[in-house]
């Protein structure tokens, strides 16, 4: 039985298709059951398209300011 600490570990080898058929069978299977393992993954695979690709998304108006302010908070 495929536990949650079980799909952390093996997450990277199971996105890259590189776990045996036994232990991808395990993990879908647990992933139709367990909520947070489901959306571990699927942020994870998410994530890799966006780094893969270099996509650069616009900030949204003023967040360089306010992130430059609040850093200067920190400073002091």
Do not use: F, W
Not at 26 to 54: P, W
């Amino acid at each position: 039985m495929i536990r949650c600490e079980d799909v952390l570990r093996e997450i990277s080898n199971y996105i890259d298709g590189e776990v045996s058929v036994d232990l991808r069978t395990g993990i879908e299977e647990h992933l139709r059951g367990c909520h947070g393992c489901t959306v571990l993954v699927g942020t994870t695979q998410k994530m890799l398209v966006l780094v893969a690709g270099n996509y650069v998304l616009p900030l949204p108006a003023g967040v360089s300011e306010r992130l430059l302010e609040r850093l200067a908070l920190l400073e002091r």
